[in-house]
């Protein structure tokens, strides 16, 4: 990278140039500056995870940033979103996290300072003269995971998966473009069907018959295709018993022998009748 490249950070570095006391001073403004290129606005000091309308924004540093020795805390703003930036000088290891306030998501990197900085005073290459490595590390490390968070976080809450138990009808509403649905029905719901008595009035295609009932075992329409039976049975129409039926109960068919009261043949002669 060359000079050009670092527009801007000059103008930011000299405000606070009289300031600057130790080299983990030089690394925080080398950030701050880097954040202010990417949109970023300061808005103060602390780690107060509120933000108001009355927060003024700004691309300097905030007076007394750099007041606590080694420790640093400044609150940004990126579209509307706040952040945090904490530093912290651990033994010659610059520890950094920025913090997104409204997904609590949260990045680090960590530098070596001696290895890092080399000047209090300068230019950007002459402060860090690994300046396009440090601001490439700076983008991956503590830029680009907290955003690649929040764009994550945005489409889980758009496309909600449907959960285990959730119970997704993909059938059509138009029952004419679906075939006759047949399936197991639970043990012990309604074994007699007598709950599904009349919906076939109602729902050609749906489980259950008509008024009247089914015979026992259940409708197969293939069954009718296989074996033979009474002529004029259609697969799928309303199935209605064949002869009279025994008591109340409608399931049960009676053995179909003659009547008593059926007439006799012809010539037949028997004293009992």
């Known amino acids: ?97 920025l913090l997104q306030v409204k997904t609590l998501n949260v990045s680090n990197t960590t530098f070596q300072i001696e290895d890092t900085v080399k000047a209090l005073k300068g230019s950007m290459t002459t402060l860090v003269p690994e300046a396009a490595t440090v601001l490439d590390r700076v983008r991956k490390e503590l830029l680009v995971p907290v955003f690649e968070s929040n764009k994550k976080d945005g489409e889980t809450q758009t496309k909600k998966e449907p959960e285990k138990n959730d119970r997704v009808d993909v059938r059509p509403s138009n029952p004419l473009l679906v075939g006759p649905r047949f399936g197991p029905v639970a043990i012990g719901s309604d074994p007699l069907g007598v709950g599904n008595v009349g919906r076939g009035d109602l729902d050609p295609f749906g489980r259950g018959g008509g008024m009247i009932f089914e015979p026992p075992g259940g409708f197969n329409p293939l069954a009718n295709l296989r074996r033979p039976g009474p002529s004029g049975i259609v697969p799928g129409a309303r199935f209605d018993p064949f002869g009279p039926t025994v008591g109340t109960n409608p399931r049960v068919f009676r053995n179909p022998d003659p009547d008593p009261d059926h007439m006799p043949p012809p010539g037949y002669d028997d004293m009992f009748m």
């Open 1 to 97: 990278m060359s000079e050009s490249d670092y527009f801007g950070f000059e103008l930011v570095f000299k405000t606070v140039e009289g300031s600057i006391q130790a080299k983990s001073d030089v690394l925080i403004a080398v950030i701050h500056w880097y954040l202010i290129k990417n949109s970023f606005r300061n808005v103060g000091l602390g780690d107060d995870k509120t933000l108001s309308e009355s927060d003024e924004k700004s691309e300097l540093l905030p007076e007394g940033w750099n007041n606590n020795p080694h420790s640093y805390a400044m609150r940004y703003v990126n579209n509307g979103q706040l952040y945090i930036l904490h530093g912290i000088d651990s033994e010659g290891t610059m520890i950094i996290n």
